[in-house]
Structure formats: structure tokens, C-alpha cells
């Protein structure tokens, strides 16, 4: 999921929507994000693209919040309520997913199997 | 008890024990001041109740005079004939400064010096012309050898002569109190030298009428070399050896808090406080007196209040009691002095700016009525005749719009004793001489300089009293004490050694500066 600079970006996404879940004080929704515009790009195990600095699910909590919704590892976070995600500091992203006044964080995901998923059935001519 | 005081604000009696204040003649103001009192070096200083007189007859402070003291007091110190205002106190002081009679002690050090190194110098040639002039037929003649060390000798005495007078040949900036050690050591040595030198010339050479007049030449010789090697001596113990710093001094004036701290080698105490008092005259904003205390609408809040009465059969005049009662009493009562405080300097910056600003601007523009005169521009045209003044007369013609703005302000800063009219006009000429603008003008009054700056040139000196629990010949050490006290106020100096710094090395090779994007880190939300 490469980008040009200058060129809008184009990605098929995933709606999911993930209620987060209280324990104690905190509203926790069960995943890890790595990535950022002031991380190193190159460490990410999940892009294809070694240059990409967009925010990536690294691990999900069995049984939590976003097991529940769907979300799988590897996924690329695109926008998080209607905020972007591909050109966010890592902490600016963390913030955004764990504001306390949201019960409900609607993400919009990317992943490869997405992509390979609609050219497929784009191949197949339809009946 | 046994203590009474004297608040000695303004006070230039200052005498420090009870007997003596009795014994005090309070009309005399000529009597050389206090040169036996301050000898005496003792602190001893006593408070007093205020049952009795806190302000004697003399020592006013002048407009500052709290009225309120009349409660307890017995005397009321305004009304009494023989009080004096502020500007004559100062005046009166300075005149005994003045009128202190030049000390012959001061110069006896120094000709002591100069005489035996006279002697030490005259002494070589002394070894050689006597013999000639006694009995010059029986020395036998000295060849080449002689012309050498008679080329050497002059030079050597020569560059005695230069170094002497470039080292040793200065005036004398202080009389120290006690022997200065090193230098007494050094003028027994040469003595010394110089007579045992004489001593063997003597027995061997004047007696026997020597005839080796190479060895005579020899001789003198060897008491030049000697002679150098003293001075390298003198030259080390006096000058060089205290130039690598090894205590640092925080010096404390003690009215007004000034400090400062400054990095000294090793010394005896009366050379580091010659030392101090020579910084202190550059670095110390002047001392004064008028800017020390609380106004007084806000310390007489304290003093009424209420009145201890003791109730007790026997008064066994429990005076500590009383005061100690009536401390508590003021601490505990609910204090907003400091809240007036507050406004009262708020108000005070207040003023003091506005008055500034009025003063710059008003010298600006005294500043643009007059402009230099070029050489060109002499014979100018005989439309408009110019009078043409000189720098004195410059300053007195733009004086007049200014001096009410300047009189403002120092009276505002209260730096109007230190600064008159003559003064002012001369340093308005000197800065019209020289080209100044107003701002270079007005530099001398908008910041207390230092007290260099406003001292009169006379040659009599300033008394400067050492006051030390140790012997003011011992070297400085760690933790010592000592304070050098004047009329009116003193400076307290402590002494701390310099840390030992440990440097440790290390080594960066330029090749080695690389960066990396931090790693990725991974948070869970």
C-alpha cells in the first residue's frame, strides 16, 4: 500500500466498529498500534511496503473488544472516527483511539487479503 | 540585663561598650575618630530596652526619624538643641576624613626598603673600588678575566637595578596592621646577606690588603649573583605565589546584604583583605544609607500595639520577659504588613519610573539645543552670527531645562547627597567634550555605580578596620572569618577552599556520531 506523494491514496477498507470496554477507569479495545510518521518504518513486520509509515495492528487480545469486531493483526489502520490515520505520530494515533469521552471507535482497515479478495472477483466476469 | 545598644545607623562615634559611651565627650567632633576603640577589635554589641534613649543627642538620622518612638522614650531626640540634620552629619565626616593627619607611618616601611637595598646595590662597587683607592700599587693587574666579570657585574647590576625598580619601587597602597611577614623575612635575608658579605670582605681582603684582584672581582661577583637570587626569591613569595586561586571569598556587606564572591591565592588575612577592599571599591554598588529602610508607615504598626504591664509585688524588672511578651504578642496578632509592603514598593517602582522617563526626556532634548562647532564651519557667514561657547559654558546654557527633572529624580532615588549641582554641571561638560549622547549623560545616575566612582581624591586614605578571632598574619584557611569594618557599615568575609577537580578524559571518535530512527514502538489501546 504504497503512496505517491501528491497523488490521493486508494485503498479498499473495512468498516469495523469496536465498542471499548471498561475496566476500572480505563476504556480498553483489546489491540496493539505500532507505526507513526516519527517511528522506523522499517522494523514493521506487517507492511508490505518498507517505507510505510501508517499505523498497524500488531497484536489483538484474544476474547477483548476488537477480536469481537473483527479486526485481524497486520491490519492498517486508515481512519479512526473520521480522523486519518495514515499521517499521524504514533502518540497522536494512540490518543485518538483511547479518547475517554468515545464508547464506540469506528476504524476503517486495510490489509492485503482485502485487496486480493475484490480483484479477485473483479477477474471473475459476472453472471 | 546587661545589654543596652546603639541602633548606630548614622552614629560616627561608634564606641562599643557602655563605659565608654558615659566617657565620651559629646561635644568634640575633631577628636581623631575612634583609632583606640577600633584597635581594641572587640565585637561586643549590646541591645537595648526601650526604657532608655535609643537615639542619643548626636547620632540623628535625620529625615528618616520615626515620631511614634515618643511612647517609651524619654528623651525626644528632634527637639534637643544639640541634634544636627542629616547633610551636616555627612559633611562633618567627610571633614574628619579629610583632616586626618598624613601618617609618617606609612612611609617608613618603604624607605627601611629602599635604604638597604641601596646599600645591597652600592655594595659590589664598594668591594671593587676600595681596594684601588688603598692600595692600588700593590694589586696585582687582572687581565682579560677581570674585563669579563666586569662586564657581567655592570650588567647584572643593571638588571637589579630595572627589576628593583619595576617590582619594588611602587607606592605603598595600604598600611597594613601588623608586619607584612614575607617582606620583613626578605629585608633580614639581604640585611644578613649584605653584612656577612661586608663581614668576610673585612677580615680577608681590608685587613691583609689582598693583593688577588681577580679574587676580589670574584668575590663581588658572587654577591650580585646571590643578590639576583634573592630577588627571585622576593619576586616569588610576594608576587607570583598567591596568583593561583585557592579559596574563594564571599564577601557580605552587612547592611545592605551586598555580595560578592571572588577567587583569591594563598595570603595572609591582612593581604586578602587589602586584596578584598580593592575589588570591593570597583564592584560594590555605593553604600547608601537612605535606601536601608522600611518606610516607616509600615515598621510603626508594629511598635503600637499594647503595653506590658507587670503585675507582680517584687518586679524583679523582668525585662527580657517584657520584650519576649511583647514579641509573641505582635507575632500572633494577625500582620498584613507585608501586604503594604508590597504596595508601598509597587508604588515606589512606580514613581521612580516616571520620574525617569521625564528626566530622559527632558535631557534628550536639552541635548538637541546645542551641536558641535567644525573646524569648517568657523567663518561662517555673517547672517547668523553664532556665539560660540566653550564646553563650560555649553553645559551650564542646557543645564537650566533639565535640572528640575534631575532634581526629581535623585531626590526620588535618593541619591541626591552623593551628586551636586557642580558635579553634575562637570560631568555635563566632560560628556559634551567628548561627544557623549544622553543616554552616556544620564548612565552615571540611572544605576548606583561603584563606590569608586564617587570618591575625592585625597591623598589621606581610607581607615578600614580588620576585625578577626585569629592573628591577622595567619594564613587563610578553611572556614575562617574575618570582617572589615568602617563607620558605619562592614564587610563580612568568609573563606572556603576551591574544590579539587578530578578532569577524567574520554574520547569521541568523529566517525562515531550516527542516528537512527527510534524503534518502532508498539502500545496497546
Redesign the interface.
Known sequence: MAFIPGQPVTAVVQRIEIQKLRQGDNL??G?????GI???????PFSEDKTDKGIYV??I?PGGPADAAGLMMGDKIMQVNGWDMTMVT?DQA?RT??KKKEDVVRLLVTRKSLEEAVKQSMSYPRQ | MDNESQYSGYSYKSSHSRSSRKHRDRRDRHRSKSRDSSSRGDKSVTIQTPGEPLLDAESTRGDDRDDNWGETTTVVTGTSEHSISNEDLTRVTKDLEESTPLECKRFVGPALGGCLSFFALVTPLAFLILPQVLWRDALEPCGTPCEGLYVSLAFKLLVLLISSWALFLRPPRATLPRFFVFRCLLMVLVFLFVASYWLFYGVRVLEPRERDYRGIVEYAASLVDALLFIQYLALVLLEVRHLQPAFCLKVVRSTDGASKFYNVGHLSIQRAAVWVLDRYYNDFPVYNPALLNLPKSILSKKMTGFKVYSLDENTTNNSTGQSRAMIAAAARRRDNSHNEYYYEEAEMDRRVRKRKARLVVAVEEAFTHIKRLHEDEVASSPKHPREVMDPREAAQAIFAPMARAMQKYLRTTRQQAFHSMESILTHLQFCITHNMTPKAFLERYLTPGPTMQYQQQNGRGRQWTLVSEEPVTSALRQGLVFSLRRLDFSLVVTVTPLPFLRLGEEFIDPKSHKFVMRLQSETSV
Request: proline share 5%; glycine share 14%.
Open positions: 480498553i479495545l489491540f496493539s498500534i505500532g507505526g516519527d517511528q522506523d518504518p522499517g522494523q514493521n500488531t497484536r487480545t504514533h494512540r483511539l483511547t
